[in-house]
């Protein structure tokens, strides 16, 4: 490949990978301030039912996505991944705006919580193919060989989102006062996720669509695509379970992190955020390595490696952390998760869209991504809070990771087996 043609592919993931951030950074913001949002739209006597309010807020988002995933998917497979992007875009500014403007529960009562429901359900519907579609699309224009290495870049795309939101929350963290930040200041990251949307939306618009996707002869309708998913249910099956790894694990470190430290461990905001920072930076790192070793040695070695390490290492490793919190500890339990992550879904995102018949093949992603999220990683902080509640145990969380990574181990094993039909694309799961 040319020099030229290197810059262009460079250019194509950029774009494309600019609307994903803003999906990750709306999200990560929400998640961040889950404790200040508790406070100003969703009061209550008890500090435990206001924030459990929050998260499952966040966690609501999540069940749109599915909805998302087949009503947008299907857009997308039909008109072209480039459109389908734009929209996408669209509506998730629309959510984030929702969210950044509503008053406060004591302005305007049950309203607020109400509006901001609305907003985040909007974000999730928008959300539900938007990794799926940018996962196709850098997958479509991938060069031989190196389909693993394109595709890490989505999930890049989010980190930088979650550096750029934590990073932004330890600036606030050091120059507004608790009062302040409860008042107005958790609002200033949404503003700044609405000010940026005019730069993204051009970015995408200038956006090619994929040769694979203009080579199609025939493009299938609405009752095509939904018999295809139909007939491709164990597929799907398979994706979930694929996908439940990656998704637990991802919100685990990244949007529950800040409420861990600071609610469980009683670490200071600045310095969960700080952890937070560092986390986003590691998975940043280990996406593309991940992504280009699965390209060496297939993608099922590092899928079965990593569920099987965090199987061995995710309760001893929180149950260290929490015997004696503090932010080394953190750290350094987080760091680790987050080479298990980057590894995984390196391998995970582009095996995900190789098994996709290509009639469906944002549909079915995003379908199989966006259901794992809804059932399982949306509400993973939800959840990790209950379970430390109702048991005691600071280290519950990690028994929730656990499962997941059993649900990714089991999923990976099935592959292959016996009236188990999954597509091929070209020689891309041979290696495997």
């Keep these: 490949m040319s020099t030229q043609e290197a810059f262009s592919k460079a250019r194509s993931i950029f774009r494309v990978a600019s609307g994903n951030f803003l999906e990750m950074y ?18 209550s006597n008890s500090e435990f039912a206001s924030l459990i309010l929050t998260l499952g807020t966040f966690g609501a988002g999540y069940l749109m996505r599915p909805l998302g995933a087949i009503v947008l998917g299907i857009y997308i497979d039909r008109h072209g991944r480039r459109s389908g992007l734009i929209l996408t875009l669209l509506l998730m500014a629309v959510g984030t705006s929702i969210i950044a403007f509503t008053p406060p529960y004591r302005t305007i009562g049950i309203v607020a919580p109400i509006v901001v429901v609305s907003g985040r359900l909007l974000q999730g519907f928008s959300a539900g193919v938007e990794l799926g579609g940018v996962s196709v699309y850098l997958a479509e224009i991938a060069t031989p060989g190196h389909r693993g290495f394109y595709c890490s870049w989505q999930s890049a795309s989010q980190q930088i989102a979650v550096i750029c939101a934590a990073l932004l929350g330890v600036t606030l963290s050091s120059i507004l006062p608790p009062a302040s930040m409860a008042l107005w200041g958790w609002r200033v990251p949404f503003v700044i996720g609405c000010l940026i949307v005019p730069l993204l939306f051009w970015l995408r618009r200038s956006l090619a669509e994929t040769e694979v996707f203009l080579a199609r002869k025939q493009r299938p309708g609405v009752s095509q695509i939904l018999a295809s998913l139909g007939a491709h249910w ?30 469980v461990l009683h670490l200071t905001n600045r310095a969960s955020l700080m952890v937070t920072l560092c986390v986003g930076l590691s998975n940043f790192i280990w996406l593309p390595i991940g992504g280009a070793i699965s390209d060496q040695v297939g993608r099922k070695p590092l899928l079965i490696f990593f569920a099987v390490a965090t199987l061995i290492s995710a309760y001893p490793a929180m149950s260290w952390l929490v015997s004696n919190p503090s932010v080394a500890r953190l750290l350094m339990v987080e760091l680790w998760f987050s080479c298990i992550f980057g590894c995984y879904n390196g391998a995970m995102v582009p ?7 290509q009639e469906v093949r944002t549909t079915g992603f995003a379908l199989a991504f966006s259901l794992a999220t809804a059932i399982f990683g949306g509400f993973t902080p939800a959840i ?47 290696s495997e």
Aim: include cysteine.
């Design 384 to 430: 990790s809070t209950y379970l430390i509640h109702v048991t005691g145990n600071s280290a519950m969380p990690a028994v929730w990771l656990s499962m997941a990574a059993l649900c990714g181990l089991s999923a990976t094993m099935l592959v292959g087996w016996p009236g188990l039909v999954l597509a091929k694309w070209e020689s891309s799961v041979s």
């Design 26 to 43: 709306d999200f990560m913001v929400y998640a961040y301030y889950a404790s200040y949002i508790a406070h100003d739209i969703f009061p």
């Design 351 to 357: 095996f995900l869209a190789e098994i996709m018949p």
């Design 234 to 263: 164990k597929i799907i099956v398979v994706g979930v379970l694929l996908s439940t790894m990656t998704t637990v694990c991802f919100y685990l470190i990244t949007a529950y992190t800040p409420t861990f430290g600071r609610v």
